[in-house]
């Protein structure tokens, strides 16, 4: 707000609110005053489980993935594949897929991509770690779950490379039309590669 | 999530996130997973914020703005001219207007509009409230800035009506064509009542 109207409490919590991805300027303001005409239902829980995430969240150091427990739970799921790691870029890849719920298998977050004009070179990433699960044996197969970006692939290519000397299955995820997708809104790429991985109908 | 892949506070920092306005349930996971990973910048601040708006949030007794203090800055404020209201049906409407700053007026928050059929009726209101600030005096002006909608329209009349016995002048904002609206996506009231208001070029 231009001219100051409340008290700093309110101003700091929508400004505080407005880096909240999804949230701008605009709605930043319309969240803190629905929250705080929800003070009790809504404001106090929320500050509370802030609050215990700020004390408990941490980084797996197994996996890269963020619980409340290290090593986390995914880690620790006595019920799940131990002898596939599913690697991807970031924790929101992790969820997605298991959203999706199509593997039940293990993870590693690598934390980005390979970027050495950005300064992101392997030791920036978790890639050290990757290697060292694997050299520890038990794994058969390593999915390369990374984006379909010039970054990604270069990040897989590499991957590639450090494993080249386990005895390790290395896959990567299939290309292909989006469920549901049109056609006509798709790339070349996208097409050529569904068209040469085209199955029996 | 269907399967639960991360500990319990996470989850239910997730579903706190998912009940602000602008945050869905998909925004909603990305913006906890933003906000772990920005634990010391933004997490641990915005709890703390958070925090102290529950604490300290209050509405203001004089005229339902919200503020840490009460009276409000507004009612406080000796810049302020004390002489005209705009009653409001919303903090949210206040805020506008402030942001707007056509008017260094003093306001009124009704909380609402009256709405029988939602069991809303002028007790559910601050109306009796604003009877009682006009009738202690000082007051030259009531600009009923409400809503241009049925109920809006009806609590403006309800008011003009419990208003009448005081010597203070009743106005409302002028209807007409928004500043930079297009005429062909304006409703016919709309532009019907900015022909009736026509102003001298
Ligand atoms: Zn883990
Ligand atoms: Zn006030």
New binding site residues.
């Given amino acids: 707000m231009s001219k100051r109207i409340a008290g700093p409490e309110i101003e700091r919590l929508i400004q505080l609110l407005a880096k909240v991805p999804g949230l701008g300027p605009r709605s930043a303001r319309r969240a803190a005053l629905h929250l705080i005409k929800k003070k009790e239902q809504l404001l106090a829980p929320l500050a509370a489980a802030m609050g215990e995430a700020v004390d408990k969240v941490r980084v797996?150091?197994?996996?890269?993935?963020v619980?409340t427990s290290?090593?986390?739970?995914?880690?620790?799921d006595p019920l799940r594949d131990p002898t596939t790691i599913i690697v991807v870029e970031d924790v929101s890849d992790l969820w997605a897929l298991e959203r999706a719920g199509a593997m039940n298998a293990?993870?590693h977050?690598l934390g980005g991509t390979l970027s050495p004009l950005d300064g992101v070179g392997p030791d920036q990433l978790t890639i050290r770690q990757l290697v060292t699960r694997i050299a520890e044996g038990g794994v058969s197969e390593v999915i390369l779950a990374v984006n379909a970006t010039v970054e990604g692939q270069t990040t897989a290519h590499y991957l590639t490379d450090q494993l080249s000397g386990f005895d390790v299955k290395i896959t990567r995820l299939a290309h292909g039309v989006p469920v549901g997708g049109e056609l006509d809104y798709l790339d070349e790429g996208t097409l050529s590669a569904a068209l040469k991985s085209r199955t029996v109908f």
């Fill in positions: 797996c150091s197994t996996c890269g993935n619980d290290d090593p986390c739970m995914i880690c620790t293990r993870f977050v």
